[in-house]
């Protein structure tokens, strides 16, 4: 079953006649009748009925019920041909981990969407993990995550460097230089970084100190800090916009942790210019935190 074919067929069905669908395709009457005798010799039932000496031809059963199937035969061809013409780099996959996507990625986002408007721009939130993953299978053009590993096939680049601060309720009476001995772990609220920052809590918190909350998104902060007198650590980008919708303020860590590297993964197939052209708008937005170390 060929494009030519249902062409032909709908053309005679929409004109009633051999000839008047041929015309209306610009071929002559014998390519027209061939071509509806070959469609119902590979259907292997009749669609019209041909009466002698008549020029209009009448459906059959089977015939009416193939018009509907012909029309969305047409749509599917129709997109599959689109499809095809496609340009790949008409679109970009992204993934970030949500501690990024949270506070620094938006601004990103709609700079990227407003220099480059043929683009259309897919998100996804998914952890360090599935990010490699589904770069690994051509699921997702570029990610940004915290917790790097070694995956064949995908490449892991150092995107920028932030140190780590104390944000606190107003509530709490700190000086503007915390040690971690000086805090309490009853009023935590843990968030899972990276596994250097397990290490660095590990050391100075004892097990058996249960925290306020332990969380995974760090939307949750900003309604947790406005219920309760509680503190958490952060990165510097997400603390400096917390700040800003928060009863927060943010303070500097003696023997805090490690600072906190965000890398970005690609894979085998790539799409160099938007590829690139987000990576640009986040480094103009990182050009906004001098304290923050960008590798881009």
Known sequence: MTDQQIQCFLAVVRTGSISGGAQALYVTQPAASRCVRTLEEELGYPLFRRGKGQRRVELTDRGRAFVSVAEKWRILWKETQELALQDENSQLVLSSVGSVSAYLLPPVMRRFLEGWPQCSLTFHHYSSFLSYDYVAGG???????????YVPGVET??????????????????????????LDPRRE??????????????????????PRAVLDMMPMLEQLFSWESCWAVVPLSAGLRLARSAPVRLHRLEEGPPERIIYYLQGRRRKPELTRGLLDCLKKELERYPEIEVFL
């Open 139 to 149: 699921l997702v053009d570029l990610a940004l995550i915290s917790d790097d590993r």
């Open 189 to 210: 609220l843990r968030l899972p970084w990276n596994p250097e920052y397990d290490l660095w809590h590990d050391f100075w918190f004892r097990a058996s100190d249960r």
């Open 157 to 182: 680049v150092p995107a920028f460097r932030e140190p780590m601060l104390l944000a606190a309720a107003e509530g709490l009476s700190l000086p503007e230089r915390v040690h971690p001995a000086q």
